[in-house]
């Protein structure tokens, strides 16, 4: 027996239903938001990562599933969305074409990191970017379209926090109080810290190392190095979300795991998924394109992990959809009636109703046992009798009634009672 790799998982057909409901209200809320699908490739060549995501972060350091394809070209599953995303767009040209360009996807994503409840080696994403707008009507906005999805799934207790993390400017300076605050405890912290130091130093507050996390707790803020520019920003993305109702919390402590981002950044967060307590997380990009060489174009976005939504709207009690059965299951007591029961199935299905036979040579008993199990709404019974007279003995599943129906009528009846309800 093979078994499946580690830190992946199956969606069985019993479980496929909560997924679909969660995709469902992803589509419908970006559609309202104006935002349309995209669809990019599942691996990309492996240097998109590495300039895009950043060399210092853990992501592309440590967790890429990176080979070298028959060709000797280095190519990486996608670790996130954002990357692909952001050269389809420089790619096919769309920096020409419309602003602002606003996409979703739902994707599956991997990184190589230790399994645990709420963090897998595949995992799936649902998000978006949008592109061409500096205004913090765009981070707004953004943040109240992940604020809208979690509504919209029925999630009520998840929390937003909110920080900024300011432009390449203002960083700079950030950073040599950041150097000068960890220098003299460098040799008590851990070898990634330390190189983390001379790459990007704000990595160092995001640091999961207990022996690091004493050192960080008292690190300076970037909220206190924000230029005045950064800083109206930041201050307007606020007002709009008191407005707009968003309820949120400036949490300095934000920094993200990937390099790309400037100015706001966000998470969504949930006691329910334990020590993955992140469900959405997001930000503004605006360094992205340029340091992709192409023309500098301001960007905002965020990516949900639909694993843990999953596991936050469990927790939570939410409401979520059941595996529905079948319209009408068609049971037939001897080889006649079955070839029959067959033929009405599959004119039933033709007038848009989901129908079943039996395929395992049950006996009408097992046959009526088994469209109970999987939910179908109506029992069509046909025998010897119904087949001379043309018609079948139709019980609704619902309040056990049951009633003679000619062939001919199946659709139409099973129509009308759905109708009067
Ligand atoms: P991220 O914070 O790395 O951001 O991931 C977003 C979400 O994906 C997380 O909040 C979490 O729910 C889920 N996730 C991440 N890693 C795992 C994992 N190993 N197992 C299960 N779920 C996971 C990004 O990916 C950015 N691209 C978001 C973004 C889009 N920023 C701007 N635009």
Redesign the pocket.
Known sequence: MINIPK?TKDVLPANAVKWQFIEAVARVTAEGYGYREIRTPVFEHTELFLRGVGETTD?VGKEMYTFLDKGGRSVTLR?????GVARAFIENGLQGGVLPFKAYYLIS?F?Y?RPQA????E???F???LYGSASPIADAETISFADAFLKNLGLRKVSLRINSIGCKECRKRYHEALKEYFRPHLAEMCPDCNARFDKNPMRIIDCKVEGCKKFTAGAPRMLDFLCDECRAHFEEVKRLLDEAGVAFTVDPSIV???D??SRTVF??VSDAAGA?G??????R?DGLLEQMDAKPTP???????I???LMVLEAEGAELPETAGVDCYLAGMDEPSRRKAFLLADELRRAGFACEVDLMDRSVKAQFKYADKTGARFVAVIGENELKEGAAEVKDMQNSSSERVKFGELAQYIEGRYEEE
């Open positions: 830190g992501v670790p996130e969305g954002t990357a994503a990184r990191e709420g963090r897998l080696r995992f799936h994403q998000g978006a970017e993200r795991g990937l790309y981002y998470e969504f993955q992140t469900v959405l997380g997001g930000g990009y960007a905002v976005g965020f990516a949900a992990g694993e843990r939504l």
